[in-house]
């Protein structure tokens, strides 16, 4: 089907490098962000800010029930604008209702902390009503992708991830935590400046079942929030085993391991619209892959040589002396993160893509039994190399099973 400079060239003709670019962005602009509050927060705060938001992440994932995925696929298979614009009034109001519960469920949580936690409640009512100004975000970046006005949606996140950033660095100089706090709750509302007028009371006709979408979405969400719930259930394990200052050692740690897998992440969500309307073409689905492993395997043995060879330096440099002593966890963090980017990260986009979700979300299952089993066992041994070694297995584990889920779609194809 064509070279490598085939592949990228497609790539560029789609405007996959805004996409690419913008979500680039948004991820240097987390990093950048996280570095902020690990430097002008104490232990503590940050401690407590990584329980929340490790928590809050896997209500993340569940925002809308799903409702920007089953946008963004369906919509990409739509035939036209009607059919586009119809479901998206229909998502966009069915979806609110789910997140106003998700959100309310969410600050319910608090309760089980409220005991070791004095002021963890303000955390929490900060971070429920960030989650309804992400279903909105979510919900606008979905509908720019379907449109095909990938520029447009390269606009929107670098405005809402910039302005984020400096009023996390602004605020969170001036009023510490509760500065920091603030500025997470406004930076997703910023994305309402995008926002298309729905006309609510107009009848809409959708050209799905909508028992297939939302089944659709609730596989989506059952395995976002169970894959992120595995990059949240380490934090959240370490806050009961062990204390703030060990929560803070391996969230430093995991901090650029897990920040790297933004690279493939990012290239396969500018292509996820294409790889859906071609999710049956068993040709095009082999040249991906041949083309992505011929991108992404010596970019990562590149990296893992550098992260190697400056372990050290990077520690130093980026989180300060305070936090020497965990360069082991990083390099096993490392290592394990760049074969995801070549297994989990790559299978699981594509199981999404071709609508097989369930096997998704069963192998997102067990990964969380895998973790859980192996921190208990490896945690109160070797502390925060322990958790690191334990979710380096987890995630070989299910890479190889998604792997094998997908070859075998695959060879089912004609």
Not at 52 to 70: E, N, P, T, W, Y
Not at 370 to 390: D, H, N, Q, R, T
């Amino acid at each position: 089907m064509g070279s490598l400079s085939d592949f990228l060239r497609n790539f560029l003709k789609n405007k996959g490098h805004f996409v690419f670019g913008s979500l680039l962005v948004a991820k240097i602009c987390g990093f950048i962000g996280s570095l902020i509050i690990i430097r002008l927060l104490s232990e503590n705060d940050f401690g407590l800010i990584s329980i929340v938001a490790s928590l809050s992440a896997i209500f993340l994932a569940f925002s809308g029930f799903g409702s920007q995925q089953i946008l963004l696929r369906y919509g990409s298979i739509a035939k036209n604008s009607k059919e586009k614009k119809a479901l998206s009034a229909y998502l966009l109001k069915q979806g609110f209702y789910y997140q106003m519960a998700l959100s309310f469920v969410f600050l319910l949580c608090s309760i089980f902390y409220l005991d070791k936690f004095e002021k963890i409640i303000f955390l929490f009512i900060a971070f429920a009503v960030r989650l309804i100004g992400v279903f909105f975000y979510n919900h606008i970046q979905s509908q720019l992708r379907i449109s095909g006005r990938n520029r447009e949606f390269a606009r929107l996140n670098n405005v809402v991830n910039i302005s984020g950033l400096i009023l996390i660095l602004v605020l969170t100089y001036f009023f510490g935590i509760v500065g920091y706090l603030i500025a997470m709750m406004l930076m997703p509302f910023f994305s309402l400046f995008w926002f298309q007028n729905i006309n609510f009371s107009e009848k809409v006709e959708l050209k799905f079942s909508k028992n297939e979408i939302w089944k659709y979405g609730l596989f989506t969400a059952g395995t976002a929030v169970l894959g992120d719930a595995l990059f949240s259930l380490d934090i959240i394990l370490m806050g009961f085993l062990m204390n703030e200052s060990a929560v803070a050692n391996y969230k430093t740690a995991i901090l650029i391991p897990a920040n790297l897998t933004f690279i493939a992440m990012t290239f396969m969500q500018s292509d996820f619209p294409e790889l859906a309307k071609k999710h049956r073409d068993k040709s095009f689905l082999r040249y991906y892959i041949s083309n992505y492993y011929k991108i992404f395997i010596p970019l990562c043995l590149g990296i893992f040589f550098a992260m190697f060879l400056l372990d050290d330096f990077i520690v130093t440099l980026f989180f300060g002396e305070k936090y020497q002593g965990i360069e082991t966890p990083f390099l096993i963090l490392t290592g394990a993160f760049l074969l995801n980017m070549l297994m989990r990260n790559l299978y699981g986009n594509l199981l999404s893509a071709v609508g097989k979700m369930e096997y998704n979300t069963i192998i997102s299952a067990f990964a969380l039994a895998i973790l859980l089993g192996l921190s208990f066992f490896f945690v109160p041994k070797f502390g925060v190399e322990g958790m690191a070694i334990s979710q380096s297995v987890t995630l070989l584990i299910t890479g190889l099973l998604l792997m094998g889920g997908f070859l075998s779609y695959y060879r089912k194809l004609s």
